[in-house]
C-alpha cells in the first residue's frame, strides 16, 4: 500500500514552489519593477554618453592646446593667448595658465605675467615638476627684469597727491611697472599742477621728479 503523507506533503511543497515563482514573477513583470529597470537603464545610458562626451571635449580641448603651442612657437603671441584664454575658461589648469602668462610676457604685460604666474603657482598642486619649476624660473626672471619707477615730488607740495597711469602712487618708493610709456601727474584739490610723460625700460630704475609751483597769490585790492 502506498503511503499518501510524502505525496501529499510533495504536492504542498510543489504548490508553495509554483506560489513563489508566480509573485517573483508578477514582481519582475510589474510597472513599477519595469520603470525602475528602465531608469536604471537610462542612467547607464546617461553615463555612457557623459563619458564619450567628455572624452570628445577633452580631445577638443588638447587640440585647441596643440594650436596655442604652434601660435607660440610662430611668435603669434596675441593669436596663442586668445587660444589658452579660451581653454582655461572651460578647463583651466596650472599648465594652461602658465601658457597665459608666458604669452602676456612675451607682449610686454610684465606685471600682468607676475599675477598670472603666481595663479599658475597656486594652481599646480597636481602640476608636474617640471610646469612647477618653469614656473619658478620665469617668476624669478620677472623679478629681475620689471621695471622701477622713484616719483618725487619737489616745490609747493602741500596738498597734493601724484598719480601714475591713472593710479595713486606713493611718492619717493619704488613701483614695479610694465615697460614703455609712462605719464605721471601731480594733483591739487583734483587740479593737475605738473606732470612729467617719460618710458621706462627693463631692468632699470627711472627717477621722476614732479615740480609742483606755488598757487600765486591774488593782488589785493586798492
Known amino acids: 500500500m502506498i503511503n499518501a503523507a510524502p505525496t501529499s506533503a510533495l504536492r504542498r511543497r510543489s504548490r508553495r514552489r509554483a506560489a513563489a515563482l508566480g509573485l517573483v514573477c508578477w514582481a519582475l513583470l510589474s510597472p513599477s519593477w519595469l520603470r525602475a529597470q528602465d531608469n536604471v537603464a537610462t542612467r547607464a545610458r546617461g553615463d555612457v554618453a557623459a563619458r564619450a562626451?567628455?572624452?570628445?571635449?577633452?580631445?577638443?580641448?588638447?587640440?585647441?592646446?596643440?594650436?596655442?603651442?604652434?601660435?607660440?612657437?610662430?611668435?603669434?603671441?596675441?593669436d596663442a593667448l586668445d587660444r589658452f584664454e579660451a581653454i582655461a575658461r572651460r578647463r583651466p589648469t596650472a599648465n594652461?595658465?602658465?601658457?597665459?602668462?608666458?604669452?602676456?610676457?612675451?607682449?610686454?604685460?610684465?606685471?600682468?605675467?607676475?599675477?598670472?604666474?603666481?595663479?599658475?603657482?597656486?594652481?599646480?598642486?597636481?602640476?608636474?615638476?617640471?610646469?612647477?619649476?618653469?614656473?619658478?624660473?620665469?617668476?624669478?626672471?620677472?623679478?629681475?627684469?620689471?621695471?622701477?619707477?622713484?616719483?618725487?615730488?619737489?616745490?609747493?607740495?602741500?596738498?597734493?597727491?601724484?598719480?601714475?597711469d591713472g593710479e595713486e602712487a606713493q611718492p619717493s618708493r619704488a613701483i614695479r611697472v610694465d615697460p614703455g610709456p609712462h605719464v605721471a601727474v601731480a594733483l591739487r584739490h583734483g587740479i593737475p599742477v605738473a606732470a612729467s610723460a617719460f618710458s621706462s625700460h627693463e631692468r632699470r630704475t627711472r627717477f621722476v621728479t614732479l615740480t609742483v609751483h606755488p598757487v600765486p597769490s591774488r593782488a589785493s585790492d586798492p
Open 53 to 78: 562626451h567628455d572624452d570628445v571635449a577633452t580631445r577638443a580641448l588638447r587640440l585647441q592646446f596643440a594650436r596655442g603651442l604652434t601660435l607660440e612657437i610662430a611668435g603669434r603671441w596675441a
Open 96 to 164: 594652461v595658465t602658465f601658457h597665459i602668462g608666458l604669452c602676456h610676457e612675451r607682449l610686454g604685460r610684465l606685471r600682468k605675467a607676475e599675477r598670472t604666474y603666481q595663479d599658475a603657482r597656486a594652481a599646480a598642486r597636481t602640476a608636474t615638476p617640471a610646469v612647477l619649476a618653469e614656473i619658478d624660473a620665469r617668476l624669478q626672471d620677472l623679478e629681475g627684469r620689471m621695471p622701477k619707477i622713484v616719483l618725487n615730488v619737489a616745490g609747493a607740495t602741500e596738498g597734493v597727491t601724484v598719480l601714475l
